[in-house]
T-cell receptor, first 117, second 117 residues
Framework: AQKVTQAQTEISVVEKEDVTLDCVYETRDTTYYLFWYKQPPSGELVFLIRRNSFDEQNEISGRYSWNFQKSTSSFNFTITASQVVDSAVYFC??????????????FGSGTQLTVLP | GAVVSQHPSRVICKSGTSVKIECRSLDFQATTMFWYRQFPKQSLMLMATSNEGSKATYEQGVEKDKFLINHASLTLSTLTVTSAHPEDSSFYIC?????????????FGPGTRLTVL
């Protein structure tokens, strides 16, 4: 069974602080993909990053960085120098093969990030 | 890029009527699209997988006769909520699977907020 856990339901920080969103996953697949999506108040899910299970190299993109560790089944997301516009719900997701065809996504419960001015 | 549109963005209807929601991939072809439902402050729940040229695959507990899915072309999938009732009120989000360049990523539409009176 596939499972994604985002233990942090809500996080509140003051602008310019760094914040890390945790994601822990469970899967029996040897090949899988991990994702982070952002859902601002408008509702649309915005794709942030995709990581292949064979690629444990960490990634930095501007103020965003991701730490993938297979040993602990974690894929954490850090926002450096947070801004008010970063306020949103962030979802971690895991994709897996379903019946050998379409790769379905299993979502975590989401973390509501509020950045205060 | 990978752009997915969804129409309408918001719909209010009377109980007993049917509502059609369209999901389009604008700059890529998608043999697979997905339909999700999201209740307030909750995560996304997969309803069904829409496959171009074949029948949709529904998740357990989702009534296929109530939520009709048609994937008539490589860029369009439609979800029809038949005989809608107030309990069907929700935020419906579609995604399209982008396989270009081996990326295998789901890109999401902006969502449709359905209110059944």
């Amino acid at each position: 069974a596939q499972k994604v856990t985002q233990a942090q339901t809500e996080i509140s920080v003051v602008e310019k602080e760094d914040v890390t969103l945790d994601c822990v996953y469970e899967t029996r697949d040897t090949t899988y993909y991990l994702f982070w999506y952002k859902q601002p108040p408008s509702g649309e899910l915005v794709f942030l990053i995709r990581r292949n299970s064979f690629d444990e190299q960490n990634e930095i993109s501007g103020r965003y960085s991701w730490n993938f560790q297979k040993s602990t089944s974690s894929f954490n997301f850090t926002i450096t120098a947070s801004q008010v516009v970063d306020s949103a719900v962030y979802f971690c997701a895991l994709s897996y093969d379903s019946s050998g065809s379409a790769r379905q996504l299993t979502f975590g419960s989401g973390t509501q990030l509020t950045v205060l001015p | 890029g990978a752009v997915v549109s969804q129409h309408p963005s918001r719909v209010i209807c009377k109980s007993g009527t049917s509502v059609k929601i369209e999901c389009r991939s604008l700059d890529f072809q998608a043999t697979t699209m997905f339909w999700y439902r999201q209740f307030p402050k909750q995560s996304l729940m997969l309803m069904a997988t829409s496959n171009e040229g074949s029948k949709a695959t529904y998740e357990q507990g989702v009534e296929k006769d109530k939520f009709l899915i048609n994937h008539a072309s490589l860029t369009l999938s439609t979800l029809t909520v038949t005989s809608a009732h107030p309990e069907d009120s929700s935020f419906y989000i579609c995604s399209a699977r982008d396989l270009r360049g081996g990326r295998d990523t789901q890109y999401f539409g902006p969502g449709t907020r359905l209110t059944v009176l």
